[in-house]
Every structure is written in C-alpha cells, then in structure tokens.
C-alpha cells in the first residue's frame, strides 16, 4: 500500500518517500472530513455518501502501509462507492479551485531546493540562515500535500509565515540590514518564493493580490514582503 499511495498521489522515491507518503496520506483524510463538512453544509444527506467515504478513509491508514492492495480492493473498488465520489464531486463542483499547472509546481519546488543549496554555499548568519530555512520548510510541507488539498495548505503556510515575520520583525529587519548583496540577494529570492505562493492563494481564496492586506493574516502580506526584500 505505501507503493500504491505513492503512485496514487504521483510520488518518486527520495530519503524522505515513506514521509512524504504519510503526510499525503493524512491530509486524504482531512479532506475526506472537510469534504462531508462542505456536502452536509450544501444539505446532502450522509447516508448519500457515508459508505464510500468511510471504506476510503478506513483504508488511507498509515498502519495499512504494508499490507496488499489487493487485501483493501474489494473495500474500495464497489460501484456504490465511485457513485458516492462522483455525487459529491458534482455537487462541490461550484467550489473547484484554479489549480497551479504541473510546470509551476515543478518551478517552485525547484527553486526551493536551488535556494537551500545557496544557502549551504553562502556565508549568513545563522539567525537569519534558520529563518529562511523555517520558511522553506513550511512552504515545501504545504506543497507536499498541494495535490491532495489544493491551496487551503499553502494559504496556511502563507499565514504561519506572515506570523513569524511579525514576531520577529525587530530582528530580522536589523539582521538583513547587515548582510551583504549575496545574502540581501537570498532573502529576495526567499520572498519570490513566497510571491508565488500566495498567488496560488489568490486564485483559489480570492487573496486578490501580495501586496493587499488579507485580514485574516496576522500581518500585511504587502508589509511582509517589503520587510524580506528591502
């Protein structure tokens, strides 16, 4: 099962596969709930889809990972249960979300990781090497999971990130303040990272722009931003 999930949500092997399998894994099952709390606030009654969303959430079970696919096929594979998926999918219709292409997702998980590597290869100091790192973390755990529930992760991530900017602001302006052009040039690029994500975010969340204040962030974006690239 954890080669089968991994196929299921397009993962290659890597140092980290069995985590990322996990991670995706756990987030189905978030969205397996967050869907039947949207169905049920669309009036759907749960006996509509009760069956097929609980064989699926039973079998997307990290504890299930080595066992066969063929043990859980007759659990899931029920022509009740795709009725289940493709009623709710229908009435949800009206909630999908502008999706990031493939080339976009592929670019920004690139850059993370070129942007890690100038990091290891730039000398920082260490304050403000661990607070870009902490950002990338949070940026790439959100991307992790983009797939399975689209862009409410990455506006989370937008969020934590604008929290940690505002607890440290005093810091983190004095310590970029004293870099040189490479390490001012890292923070730039750490903040086109972000960019790019909350543009996501705006498409799906109607976060209209970076630069606009979104109220439920516990700072500007725009402030966040200016504070990072200056």
């Not at 063929?70 to 009435?91: M, T």
């Amino acid at each position: 099962m954890l080669h089968t999930w991994a196929a299921v949500f397009g993962l290659e092997e890597s140092a980290h596969f069995e985590d990322d399998v996990t991670a995706c894994v756990v987030a189905l099952r978030q969205e397996i709930d967050f869907a039947r709390l949207r169905l049920t606030a669309q009036g759907v009654p749960d006996d509509l889809t009760q069956t097929g969303f609980s064989r699926l959430k039973g079998t997307a079970s990290v504890g299930y990972f080595h066992t066969n696919w063929h043990s859980h096929r007759g659990n899931i594979q029920p022509p009740e249960n795709r009725l289940a998926f493709a009623w709710a999918a229908w009435v949800l219709r009206d909630e999908d979300e502008t999706t990031m292409s493939a080339d976009a997702l592929s670019s920004l998980r690139a850059e993370i990781v070129s942007l890690e590597q100038s990091l290891e290869e730039t000398e920082l100091s260490p304050y403000l090497r661990d607070f870009i790192q902490r950002q990338l973390d949070t940026i790439r755990a959100a991307l992790r999971v983009y797939g399975v529930q689209g862009a409410r992760p990455l506006k989370e991530a937008i969020e934590k990130v604008a929290g940690a900017y505002a607890l440290d602001k005093p810091m983190l302006d004095s310590e970029v303040g004293k870099e040189m052009e490479a390490g001012k040039g890292l923070v730039s690029r750490t903040g086109d990272i972000l960019r790019q994500t909350a543009e996501v975010c705006g498409n799906a969340e109607k976060i209209v722009s970076f630069g606009e204040k979104v109220t439920s962030f516990g700072v500007s974006a725009g402030t966040l931003l200016l504070g990072l690239i200056k």
